[in-house]
């Protein structure tokens, strides 16, 4: 008999989550760093849904699991403000924006050539640089502030940046440089008197349900293939494709494209990939809802909008299931001494994960690829002063920067 306690009452509704991340879908643009520092500023800063430590510690944990890390942080943080349903509420109001664009650009409505130089989405990218920088500073002021954890996070910044010049696999450096972090805070960090309970990072599920939802993960991964191979192909195939992709690729979406156009080869052209891609680039949210575009045309499915939810579903269902399964025990193991030692060289390393990652591809792509750098880079300070000075909401942030961009670049 399970003799977990029952968790306790969500302090939110479903209908709340759902609010806050369509806001944010329909917003945040700039990719999965980016994603961050927006969801930073809703839930650590405006809300108070999070203390920047346990926010830290979510992101830590999508780190060691493949899939979209910002949208698994946004399917935690739904989860712990409304149970099940506060999940599927982030996941629907954070992913479906896109996905819908994107199925409406497979349809063919919206094509609009190569965007790449446009004004407003150079005023995009520019907004995505501020937000990130805001997100970066914040934590660095809270989760490496002593001469401990700043050591950490700058270690972390120096490996992120040269190994992927030296050919090592940037995914595997992030997996590395979190559990190295892990190990230096468990030896010489020595965590702030702050509790683990004062994070309100509650993990609202019983043990079985989520050794019931790390079953269904496996039981998928290992039974999808076996059912496409006994109907010779057919939907259980298409399914296996996208919920492939998302069980086993590890730093996000830009890694799993390259999967996707390998396992889509033959039923979507090159071109239309291409296409596809491009324009997956000037959408706000996670970049792994490129899956309905893809799903839309290809030929080993239904196509149209059946093949893109099926697509959807399938490649954003792995997230869902590990988030559930693997949190519970996550949370049980942050509340013990010698990890919150380790968690806190962790956190100090997911400081120097962001920084590392504002540089490259945030500032590099956002600035100093714009058609103007100077320009870009005067319109991300503007950005900046805006969301630090001013307390403009991001959103507000986001379109301004998008008409100032249009408007001037």
């Not at 979190?178 to 468990?186: F, M, Q, R, S």
């Not at 490129?290 to 954003?316: E, K, R």
Request: glycine letters at 12%.
């Amino acid at each position: 008999m399970d003799t977990t306690p029952v968790p306790p009452r969500h302090p939110g509704t479903a209908g709340e989550v759902l609010a806050v991340f369509g806001r944010l879908g329909l917003t945040s643009f700039g990719g999965p760093v980016a994603h961050l520092g927006y969801f930073r500023t809703a839930f650590v800063t405006r809300r108070g849904w999070l203390s920047d430590r346990a926010f830290a510690d979510l992101v830590a944990f999508c780190q060691f699991l493949p899939g979209p890390a910002s949208s698994q942080v946004g399917m935690a943080v739904g989860w712990q403000r409304a149970g099940v349903l506060g999940l599927l509420a982030a996941w629907a109001g954070f992913t479906l924006p896109s996905a819908l664009l994107m199925l409406a650009f497979a349809y063919g409505v919206g094509a609009a050539g190569d965007l790449t130089g446009a004004g407003w989405i150079v005023g995009l990218k520019a907004a995505a640089v501020a937000v990130v920088a805001q997100a970066v500073l914040g934590m660095a002021r809270t989760l490496a502030s002593t001469r401990a954890t700043a050591t950490v996070a700058g270690g972390a910044v120096v490996v992120l940046l040269l190994a992927p010049a030296a050919g090592v696999p940037l995914p595997l450096v992030q997996v590395g440089v979190i559990v190295a972090a892990g190990a230096a805070g468990l030896r010489w960090v020595t965590p702030s008197s702050d509790t683990v309970d004062d994070d309100r990072l509650a993990a609202p599920a019983r043990t079985r349900t989520a050794v019931t939802c790390l079953a269904v993960f496996g039981l998928l991964l290992a039974g999808l293939p076996v059912l496409a191979a006994l109907t010779d192909g057919g939907a259980a195939a298409f399914a296996d494709t996208f919920y492939r992709a998302g069980s086993l690729v590890f730093g996000g979406g830009h890694v799993v494209l390259p999967l996707l156009q390998a396992e889509t080869a033959g039923t979507v052209t090159h071109d239309q990939f291409l296409a596809g891609y491009g324009a997956a680039q000037a959408l706000p949210g996670p970049l792994f809802t490129f899956s309905a575009y893809l799903g839309a045309l290809s030929t080993a499915g239904p196509g149209g909008a059946l093949g893109a939810a099926i697509a959807l579903v399938a490649v954003f269902l792995p997230s869902a299931l590990l988030v559930t399964g693997a949190l519970p025990f996550w949370d049980r193991l942050r509340r013990a001494h010698g990890a919150r030692r380790a968690l806190a060289g962790v956190n100090a390393g997911v400081v120097g994960l962001l920084a590392a990652a504002f540089y490259d591809p945030v500032f590099t792509q956002g600035v100093l690829a714009a058609p103007s750098p100077p320009s870009a880079l005067a319109l991300a300070l503007a950005a900046y002063v805006a969301l630090t000075t001013w307390k403009a909401p991001p959103w507000a942030v986001v379109i301004a920067s998008a008409t100032l961009g249009a408007l001037a670049l």
